[in-house]
């Protein structure tokens, strides 16, 4: 069973349990974004650093097809390619990294930093999602 650090919260069907769709949908709203959550089961790209609880993370998601959430993750120090980055589903981020679950609802295009003092919410491109309609 996993926990992603919102109590007992097992996922069903790739679904996330209620706790981590209310906070997902409360970054969303917050930051007036739309609501386009991954699955559990959707692959992320990341740099193996941020699997660690302490590490700032930056995280962007651009348009993907197939298993891929279209999220890349990574350090504050990364300084790597595309090579060094990982893949991990989405559940054993979470698992890793609860505090990094509220994001994974905004859509492409969208950009959070989440560091130890807050984070930072923001569209980096509007026009990346435009060939996904």
């Not at 651009?62 to 298993?67: F, V």
């Not at 609860?98 to 919410?121: C, H, I, Q």
Request: charged fraction near 25%; hydrophobic fraction near 40%; proline fraction near 5%.
């Amino acid at each position: 069973m996993s926990d992603h650090g919102f109590g007992a919260s097992e996922s069903v069907d790739g679904v996330w349990p209620a706790e981590i769709e209310a906070a997902q949908r409360w970054v969303c709203e917050r930051y007036g974004a739309g609501f386009d959550p991954i699955t559990d089961e959707s692959l992320v790209s990341l740099d193996p650093i941020i699997m660690e609880p302490s590490i700032n993370v930056e995280g962007s998601r651009y348009l993907m097809t197939g298993p891929m959430s279209g999220w890349i993750l990574i350090g504050e120090r990364f300084a790597g390619g595309v090579a060094d980055l990982r893949i991990e589903h989405a559940r054993h981020v979470v698992d890793a990294r609860p505090d990094l679950a509220r994001y994974f609802a905004l859509p492409v295009g969208w950009r959070f930093f989440r560091t130890s003092v807050g984070e930072n919410v923001y569209l980096i491109d509007s026009d990346i999602g435009d060939e996904a309609g």
